[in-house]
């Protein structure tokens, strides 16, 4: 049986057509962009995805956060209820105006129309941690997160900062995760990779963090078991000096 949902509102953005659609059942609304769903929840601005938890917990330690990628606005919805100091990316002015409008993203907030990588290699400001959840139809991950623009990003970050990231991955075996978290790393920050493998077409976040453990945070694994999705944490498979030799060495700690 096909869910009975109603349209609050549709828009043109600069990527194509936004519907705005609530579910009755549920009452969660859901923004559609040129089809495809890119964030599901409720009115008050909470996520019905796993993955946006998982960063909400990457997340959750750091006080200043630049956010590249606005959409519903649920990630930033969620770290200004914990009372985060954030500045937000995105290239599409209406993304902000429907978060507000229909996801509660608050509107005292800084909200910057920008491309990502054109904010990033003009910015002179630093934050604790740096959460990047861009995409879309076409996006391409491995051509927007090239080694310049990941250098330029992490040499936005606070001493003891982090990245988190989330990442469309298509099958198993396709690199593209591993390399960009290997280019956002660099040399002092550890990767970690949250992912739901064998699922095409998912989710999956990228963590380079300072600590040397990420599995032992007994809020990140509580996310995971709160679902009956087949969330694990695994190391990344690269480091930044194997990109030019195009090795797959496994990183240390």
């Known amino acids: 049986m096909v869910a009975a949902v109603r349209l609050l509102g549709r828009y043109q953005g600069r990527n194509g057509e936004i519907e705005i659609v609530e579910c009755s ?3 969660t609304r859901i923004y559609f962009e040129q089809g495809v769903r890119q964030s599901q929840a409720t009115p008050d601005g909470e996520s019905v995805f796993t993955y946006v938890k998982l960063m909400d917990e990457l997340l959750s330690r750091s006080a200043s956060v630049l956010v590249l990628g ?3 606005g649920n990630l930033a ?3 200004t209820h914990l009372g985060k100091n954030l500045t937000i990316i ?3 002015p209406i993304s902000f105006v429907i978060a507000q ?3 509660a993203l608050p509107d005292d907030l800084a909200c910057i129309v920008s491309d990502f990588r054109k904010f990033i ?3 002179d400001a630093f934050y604790d941690a740096i959460a990047i959840d861009v995409g ?3 996006f391409q991950f491995d051509e927007e997160f090239d080694v310049e623009t990941c250098e330029a990003i992490r040499a936005r970050l606070q001493p003891g900062g982090r990245i988190v990231m989330n990442v469309t991955v298509p099958n198993d075996i396709d690199p593209t995760v591993d390399r960009i978290a ?3 790393a660099g040399d002092n920050l550890r990767v970690w990779i949250v992912d739901e493998q064998g699922i095409e077409d998912r989710n999956a976040i990228i963590a380079c963090v300072p600590e040397r453990q990420l599995n032992a945070r007994s809020a990140l694994q509580a996310v995971m078991g709160n679902t009956s999705e087949r969330w694990s944490i695994r190391r990344g498979r690269l480091r930044s000096r194997d990109l030019a030799c195009g090795s797959w060495t496994p990183a240390d700690d």
């Open 101 to 103: 409008k229909f996801f």
């Open 25 to 27: 059942q549920s009452g």
């Open 90 to 92: 995105d290239n599409n």
């Open 77 to 79: 919805t969620r770290l």
């Open 182 to 184: 290997a280019r956002l």
């Open 70 to 72: 606005c959409g519903g």
């Open 136 to 138: 879309g139809p076409g």
């Open 121 to 123: 290699f003009q910015d």
